[in-house]
């Protein structure tokens, strides 16, 4: 699976973006994908899943609330709506695949860039 990610840009605090990610390739062997972030001296970690079947999501604390995670079948992408962001969301953004319920997350996309100015 090729994963794109896109729509990260520059916002002000409070502000709203929108994420994409685009997957191609053998996309039917697919349970799950996610979003993932990494601010600068940082480890990268969680921030969002999707079921694909079923569409059930999950968030990490630190964006409950504040962020929403979609898919659209038919255009084979993932989306992930953030709203009222903060400083702290500042990051490169990544999505990835996960194949199965019992396997790690992988076929990283390129990640992009979410900036948050206060």
């Known amino acids: 699976v090729q994963l794109q990610a896109s729509g990260g840009g520059l916002v002000q605090a409070g502000g709203s973006l929108r994420l994409s990610c685009a997957a191609s390739g053998r996309t039917r062997s697919r349970y799950a994908m996610g979003w993932f972030r990494q601010a600068p001296g940082k480890e990268r970690e969680f921030v969002a899943t999707i079921i694909w079947s079923s569409g059930r999501a999950y968030y990490s604390d630190s964006v409950k609330g504040r962020f929403t995670i979609s898919r659209d079948n038919a255009k084979n992408t993932m989306y992930l709506q953030m709203s009222s962001l903060k400083p702290e969301d500042t990051a490169v953004y990544y999505c990835?695949?996960?194949?199965?319920?019992?396997?790690?997350?992988?076929?990283w996309g390129q990640g992009t860039q979410v900036t948050v100015s206060s």
């Open positions: 990835a695949v996960q194949a199965s319920s019992s396997v790690q997350f992988g076929s």
